[in-house]
Nanobody, 122 residues
Framework: QVQLVESGGGLVQTGDSLTLSCTTA????????MGWFRQAPGKGRELVGT????????YYADSVKGRFTLSRDVAKSTLYLQMTSLKPEDTALYLC???????????????WGLGTQVTVSS
């Protein structure tokens, strides 16, 4: 398993931007597909977006298309989630995950961080 640590969450207002980071000490970071998920209170884990090992986006949820962007800095072993035009419905615990394949089913991802909370006030 890959150890992952998220950071960058916080309390923001509607329309604000925020960038989340997910770091790892894993030297084979570049070989993994990476994903961002989110979980709101009382709801299931929702896939936000994924990158394959070539750094190509393979999925964005319809609810975030055009507003959120995933990227990866291999030299820093860091995955990013750039979020713009934030809405109250984006409020959730955001988690990053690693897997050999960019699955859309959260249950198939093998490594998870503990998450960082994003709260968007109206």
């Amino acid at each position: 398993q890959v150890q992952l640590v998220e950071s960058g969450g916080g309390l923001v207002q509607t329309g604000d931007s925020l960038t989340l980071s997910c770091t790892t000490a894993e030297r084979t970071f570049r070989a993994y597909a990476m994903g961002w998920f989110r979980q709101a209170p009382g709801k299931g884990r929702e896939l936000v977006g994924t990158l394959n090992w070539r750094n190509h986006p393979t999925y964005y949820a319809d609810s975030v298309k055009g507003r959120f962007t995933l990227s990866r800095d291999v030299a820093k072993s860091t995955l990013y989630l750039q979020m713009t035009s934030l809405k109250p419905e984006d409020t959730a615990l955001y988690l990053c995950a690693a897997s050999p394949t960019p699955y859309t089913d959260p249950r198939k991802w093998s490594s998870w961080g503990l998450g960082t909370q994003v709260t968007v006030s109206s």
